[in-house]
């Protein structure tokens, strides 16, 4: 009987992939790209057409929390028309440093400042995932985590940015946590890897299941 238990975990453990459903991932992010692809086969890869920026300089009342969420809609609603019978998931990160909301850069200049702002400091991050069916909402997740993030030389913000361009000015934070036992920036001190990656699917999983 021990044996036979133990085999029924095994199982359990590399049964990830959900063979029987389509889903729509509304984001290029190689990292969300990579979290989808462990746990469903048939993945449609497509971009939203929300301008982030305008939505951001539109709604400057909403905070970090708040413009996750709307955001993370969006996305999801900009593709919908052509996706209406499949779970299509919109998701969304903000940072919050000093009561500010920092966007990801689109320069490595801005990616420069906002280490600076960063440096010595606690953050939080908020993530959402927003989920639609038949053009209606299916689900919605939304999470957060709270880091502190080391004070580092404006040589060691200049060293890092020149020899990571891609992962400052396409994160938020111009980091990757995945990336934290090489620079050690970053001390987590609330919240999942899930969700500081930007993409917590275990609930999602668990309702379609």
Known sequence: MGKNRVKKDKTKKTNLITNNQQVVLAS?????????????????????????????????????????????????????????????????????????????????????????????????????????????????EETSAELSFRKISDDEINHYVEKNKVTAVNCVGSYKIEENKKYKFIKILKGKKESIIGFPLKRFLSKIR
């Open 28 to 140: 290029l992010s190689k990292t969300r790209q990579i979290e989808i692809k462990k746990y469903f086969k048939d993945v449609i890869l497509t971009k939203h057409t929300v301008n982030e920026t305008k939505e951001k300089k539109k709604h400057k009342q909403l905070n970090a929390k708040d413009l996750a969420y709307h955001l993370a809609r969006l996305k999801a609603i900009s593709v919908s028309a052509k996706y209406k019978d499949k779970f299509i998931i919109g998701c969304d990160q903000t940072l919050e440093c000093n009561a500010k909301v920092l966007s990801k850069p689109k320069t490595l200049i801005k990616a420069k400042k906002n280490l600076k702002e960063l440096s010595g400091k606690k953050h939080k991050l908020f993530t959402c995932i927003y989920v639609l069916k038949n053009l209606r909402e299916y689900f919605v």
